[in-house]
């Protein structure tokens, strides 16, 4: 969970306690029929309606006639917390977790489609996707706390769009499509288009993700994944996700992705162009920090400084290159040991 | 605007309950205003302190993240059906050996965190241990002694078939 939302709502049991005083002993009250009742202005979201769509199609048309005030959940780990604030107070919540088949995590050609219900639990520990992303099984590893992903879902941390989280950053590293239903049809959206700034995607008012499709990756690919953040399952102060192959002894088909050191999670051409066709040495390394440097603009919170997140950025990069090029080296030479 | 309420059943700890409420009610306010539960504690509100974990159909969730009316046809499990002070449960009772606990706010959190490690999470080492922890808070303890009564309920129980 974020940690910048806002400071720790105060406990009701103070209240509470009051409430137990008044309902026990001395009246000789009996309990009424809610045990210690409150009222509206105790809750903390601001009303709203609820619906538990049982469709895609439902939800889309409950969301178009809430004219833009209508919020779809499905996890809720990034959105409850919003609505608990008052941060976010929609007319509706449609719920989309009792729509069939937005759950499943299936294998399209060479895409594997993850579905808008399947929770971080789900892609954590999916077969398909240990077998053909590794680096997404290694990703979810730094994916919150237990509990958090029991519930929390791979489409809902895209959409919620954390520039500091790691499912934006790794639907944009393999070159995802987001599926974006409303009852005007279905909009394919590619991730680079998707995320245009801190929590802003491209979705419109009416429109919410069915389904998300990433590549897989060719057996022989080397991953890196490195991610830094002042305690296990925080979000990060700076990651690097990068993947490669060796061909006649030089890195191919190089990608590098980065999050927390910017407004969106980001993808570096640069980067790509400077290591393909390259074999990785120290001397590229160091460019590949050096030239990070003159890339990134971070900025300065609470968390780290700019500067820290830039020094951070070369370190991790150095270290995410380094085991792409061993893990692709040693599944070149056996894929399967 | 007043809200359209909705009629929920939920079974709690094995006994069914019906409620009409309204669908901003957390679960963690349902379990405790409507039901009297007050085992699941309320923290920070917004996910981060792990006090109101409970299980929905046999995994941990945030109560406090969790609307009530999402709940509807759920099997819900909270500190209460873990055992009573009369009768511990085994996990309330590694805590008092292992002084687990010390005021005891973030303990029915931590009691229902640990009954979904201990039957779904391998928990073989203290770092995977540490790990699944790592969502509740404790003020008090320094986590060690949550840790050591985790490493001998993890023992006790044996690996996961």
């Known amino acids: ?282 001397t590229l390394l160091q460019d590949v920090s050096e030239a990070l440097k003159g890339l990134l603009q971070p900025n300065t919170d609470i968390h780290a400084s700019a500067d820290y997140r830039r020094h951070l950025a070369g370190v991790l990069a150095r270290r995410a290159l380094r085991d792409a090029w061993k893990r692709a080296t040693f599944r070149k030479d056996g894929p399967d040991a | 605007m007043p809200e359209k309420k909705i009629t929920l059943s939920v079974s709690v700890n094995g006994v069914a309950h019906t409620a009409t409420i309204e669908p901003r009610m957390l679960l963690s306010d349902f379990l405790r205003h409507e039901l009297g539960l007050t085992g699941t504690h309320v923290g920070c509100e917004h996910g981060v302190c792990g006090a109101c974990t409970v299980l929905l159909d046999g995994r941990s969730a945030r109560s406090c993240l969790t609307l009530a009316v999402q709940a509807e046809g759920v099997e819900i499990e909270t500190v209460e059906g873990r055992g009573s002070v009369d009768q511990l449960g085994r996990i309330q009772e590694a805590f008092r050996q292992h002084h687990a606990l010390q005021c005891g706010f973030c303990t029915p959190g931590f009691i229902m965190a640990i009954t979904d490690m201990l039957r779904h999470h391998p928990l073989e080492s203290d770092e995977q241990i540490r790990e699944a922890l790592s969502g509740n808070i404790c003020r008090c303890t320094g986590y060690e002694h949550i840790v050591n009564a985790v490493r001998e309920l993890a023992r006790e129980r044996g690996p996961l078939t």
């Not at chain 1, 940690?3 to 105060?10: F, N, S, T």
């Not at chain 1, 950053?169 to 995802?176: A, F, P, R, Y």
């Not at chain 1, 979705?203 to 022989?220: A, G, K, N, R, S």
């Not at chain 1, 890196?224 to 061909?247: K, M, N, P, Q, Y």
Request: one cysteine or more; hydrophobic letters at 40%.
């Open chain 1, 1 to 282: 969970m974020r940690h910048g939302i806002g400071e720790a709502g105060r406990s009701r049991d103070d209240k509470a306690f009051r409430d137990i005083s008044e309902h026990s002993g001395a009246h000789g009250r009996t309990m009424p029929e809610s045990a210690f009742p409150i009222d509206g202005s105790e809750m903390k979201p601001a009303p709203f309606e609820y619906l538990a769509a049982t469709s895609a199609a439902e939800a889309a048309e409950a969301l178009a006639a809430a004219n833009g005030d209508g919020k779809i959940i499905a996890g809720g780990q990034s959105l409850m917390p919003m609505i608990n604030f008052r941060l976010v107070k929609p007319t509706i919540l449609i719920d989309i977790n009792r729509v069939a088949g937005l759950d499943r995590i299936e294998k399209h050609g060479e895409r594997l489609r993850i579905g808008a219900t399947v929770r971080h639990r789900m892609t954590a520990t999916d077969a398909l996707v240990h077998r053909h992303i590794p680096i997404l099984h290694d990703a979810m590893s730094h994916v919150a706390h237990l509990t958090v992903r029991n519930r929390g879902t791979f489409c809902g941390s895209v959409c919620h769009a954390d520039p500091a989280a790691e499912m934006p950053m790794m639907t944009l590293l393999l070159d995802g499509t987001i599926a974006a239903l409303s009852i005007r049809g279905e909009r394919q959206i590619a991730a680079s288009e998707f995320f245009v700034g801190s929590l802003m995607t491209s979705l419109e008012p009416d429109e919410f993700v069915t389904w998300i499709d990433i590549d897989t990756l060719p057996p022989e690919t080397g991953w890196g994944f490195e991610e830094f953040s002042r305690r296990h399952g925080d979000f990060a102060l700076a990651c690097v996700a990068t993947t490669l192959r060796i061909v006649d002894g030089v890195a191919c088909d190089v990608r590098f992705g980065m999050m927390g050191v910017g407004e969106t999670p980001l993808r570096l051409p640069d980067i790509e162009t400077l290591v393909e066709g390259q074999a990785i040495s120290e």
